[in-house]
């Protein structure tokens, strides 16, 4: 995965609750066996309904996506995450994440910015009144501002995951930064145990 640091630029205000993996990539779309292309499926039964935002050509450059809470219940599917980010989203705003969902976002990149309800709900106005309104999440210092609407909070992230995200590490990448351990270990095995090869 790609290191982060930071997610800067317009938003996305999705102001729904509860928003479910198969609302973000329905099941038809898990039947795909490369890894790309899921940007077209994200949300693709709401975006048969050309008021949804998503069809809202004032959002069409955004790169945080803001929804309300509890958002990512539901089955877990990497999918969801790999939607999210192909249709260009680095950052996924909301009071409340289910849990899957958002060990599924740091393990792929997607950074989740969770914040108090009020904050949430100041975002969405303030994406609604202003589509331009750039907002930064800033991964170093776990902040998230948004300078012209006077919004800034801090937001949770353990050590761990913000180094992984910091280095751009995924879980192959954490085990690879083992790899003379590794080979020095494999290097000792009995000769009886069986091999990688």
Known sequence: MEAVQIVSGTAVPLRRSDVDTDQIIPSDWLKRVERTGFELGLFSEWRDDRDFVLNDERYAEAVVLVAGPNFGTGSSREHAVWAIQQYGFGAVVSPRFADIFR??????????VQVPTEVGEALLDAVE????LVMTVDVVNLTLE?????????????DATRQRFLEGLDDIGISLQHEDDITDYEAGRPAWLPTAT
């Open 146 to 158: 948004a300078p012209d609407a006077d919004i800034s909070c801090k937001f949770p992230l353990d």
């Open 103 to 112: 060990n599924n976002c740091t393990k792929n990149g997607l950074v989740p």
């Open 129 to 132: 009144a202003d589509p331009g």
